[in-house]
């Protein structure tokens, strides 16, 4: 069960980080862009941080399951901490202009409020957690992986929750609204009870060491 869950969530990470690359070479009125307003559409500063956003969060989606391989960890480390730098900078970078992003949010200030939250989350979680490993916290710092990570993975989440949440409302507006929060707050619940399982089998450990 757990390895189909696994293989479910790099499936989807994959999937939904390529995904935004679409928007490269496509209408401009595709997917999200067609709920936007042509005067937004033609602001330099709105497209700059619009595509980083969603450039540089594909690649953290992408690369982000992999951090969490043990056998990575184990076999090459050089390669965990590249592809961990290129997370941070992606991540911290997408996180930023995301927040910028949120504030011309589909669906007002409900929408809004939800996806700077999300955002303030995601850059909070990834730079405590590099600056746990370069303190050598490596604890602390795969505890905050795991949020952030949560927090990345809400691209994914987004897109499972909004096709059925218009569905079931029959309103895009009154469904963006209630996904811009329920696309990230289960994702933090489930990271709590993984992180929860980690302090438990660290002080397991610790109890049989000594």
């Given at each position: 069960?757990?390895?189909?869950?696994?293989?479910?969530?790099?499936?989807?990470?994959i999937?939904?980080?390529?995904?935004?690359?679409?928007?490269?070479?496509?209408?401009?009125?595709?997917?999200?862009?067609?709920?936007?307003s042509?005067?937004?559409?033609?602001?330099s500063?709105?497209?700059?941080?619009?595509?980083?956003?969603?450039?540089?969060?594909?690649?953290?989606?992408?690369?982000?399951?992999?951090?969490?391989?043990?056998?990575?960890?184990?076999?090459?480390?050089?390669?965990?901490?590249?592809?961990?730098?290129?997370?941070?900078?992606?991540?911290?970078?997408?996180?930023?202009?995301?927040?910028?992003?949120?504030?011309?949010?589909?669906?007002?200030?409900?929408?809004?409020?939800?996806?700077?939250?999300?955002?303030?989350?995601?850059?909070?979680?990834?730079?405590?957690?590099?600056?746990?490993?370069?303190?050598?916290?490596?604890?602390?710092?795969?505890?905050?992986?795991y949020?952030?990570?949560?927090?990345?993975?809400?691209?994914?989440?987004?897109?499972?929750?909004?096709?059925?949440?218009?569905?079931?409302?029959?309103?895009?507006?009154?469904?963006?609204?209630?996904?811009?929060?329920?696309?990230?707050?289960?994702?933090?619940?489930?990271?709590?009870?993984?992180?929860?399982?980690?302090?438990?089998?660290?002080?397991?450990?610790?109890?049989?060491?000594?």
């Open positions: 069960m757990k390895k189909s869950i696994r293989v479910i969530f790099i499936i989807l990470s999937l939904i980080g390529l995904y935004p690359f679409i928007y490269f070479f496509v209408d401009r009125k595709f997917g999200l862009l067609s709920s936007k042509n005067e937004l559409l033609a602001d500063l709105w497209n700059i941080a619009f595509y980083s956003h969603i450039a540089l969060g594909g690649i953290a989606l992408l690369i982000g399951w992999v951090q969490f391989s043990k056998r990575i960890r184990s076999n090459k480390l050089g390669l965990h901490k590249f592809l961990g730098k290129v997370y941070i900078i992606s991540a911290l970078i997408s996180g930023i202009t995301g927040i910028y992003v949120a504030f011309f949010a589909t669906g007002g200030i409900i929408a809004s409020l939800g996806f700077i939250a999300l955002g303030i989350i995601w850059v909070y979680t990834t730079s405590k957690a590099y600056l746990n490993i370069i303190n050598g916290k490596i604890h602390k710092h795969q505890i905050l992986m949020y952030s990570q949560a927090a990345c993975f809400a691209a994914v989440t987004l897109r499972i929750w909004l096709p059925i949440l218009s569905a079931s409302f029959g309103d895009f507006i009154i469904a963006y609204r209630i996904v811009a929060w329920l696309c990230w707050v289960p994702n933090l619940i489930v990271a709590h009870y993984l992180v929860s399982k980690i302090k438990l089998d660290k002080t397991t450990s610790t109890v049989i060491k000594n």
